[in-house]
């Protein structure tokens, strides 16, 4: 069981390149979530899914966008990459939105430059 | 909006306890979860509490009053490999996690 799975593993990146992220999991979780984390600022949510279909926007979104085609699969998608938007960035998963437990993906390093 | 404060950095010693405070406000409250995090690693999670009182699990116990919006983790017989960041997360009635911006326990010999 692989859990969450997210790819690149780290990533450098030209400003004004377009990148996405993968993020799959394989434990037909409902609700999915993408988090920065930023030395000093702790894990601020970027977007999220409560089920296949449905995203909403979470405390940091400028500048990103998503999409859950399926259960499985939140890509999560930098238009026009600027280094602010150098960070850590964990995909997690729950049953269900809200008070259920949130498993994270390895994460993914990334440097725009 | 929610605000979660903890403190920054905590050092201990290898066998000793520890306890790890987490305030919070917030406009609605849904539970509180406690998530450990090793440098380069994805947090993990640790404990939840929704209702007032002590969960004990293994070395780790997490307590929660809602009532002075508080909570706390206490990790006992100290080991080296405790070493990581401690996250406290507080949901509301919504959709996500709130996270505070986590404590550096550092285990010394």
């Known amino acids: 069981i692989a859990g969450i799975t997210q790819a690149p593993t780290s990533q450098i990146l030209a400003a004004g390149r377009r990148m996405t992220l993968r993020c799959t999991q394989d434990m037909r979780h409902n609700a999915m979530y993408w988090y920065r984390q930023d030395l000093g600022l702790g894990l601020r949510l970027i977007h999220y899914?409560?089920?296949?279909?449905?995203?909403g926007k979470g405390e940091v979104p400028d500048g990103y966008s998503v999409s859950r085609a399926n259960t499985d699969d939140f890509p999560l998608t930098l238009a026009s990459a600027v280094p602010s938007q150098t960070s850590v960035y964990f995909c997690?998963?729950?049953?269900?939105?809200?008070?259920?437990?949130?498993?994270f993906g390895p994460g993914t390093r990334l440097t725009v430059l | 909006g929610q605000n979660i404060d903890q403190p920054t950095e905590m050092t201990a010693t290898e066998g000793a306890i520890v306890q790890i405070n987490c305030t919070y406000q917030t406009s609605g409250f849904n539970g509180l979860f406690w998530y450990q995090q090793h440098a380069g690693e994805a947090p993990t999670f640790l404990s939840y509490?929704?209702?007032?009182g002590l969960e004990e699990k293994g070395r780790f116990s997490s307590f929660l009053s809602r009532s002075k919006g508080y909570s706390y983790l206490l990790l006992k017989e100290l080991q080296m490999k405790d070493s990581a960041s401690y996250l406290c997360a507080v949901t509301d009635s919504g959709y996500a996690l709130n996270f505070g911006k986590g404590t550096s326990l550092l285990v010394t010999p």
């Open positions: 997690a998963s729950s049953d269900s939105s809200g008070a259920d437990t949130q498993y």
């Open positions: 899914s409560n089920t296949a279909g449905t995203t």
């Open positions: 509490n929704v209702l007032d």
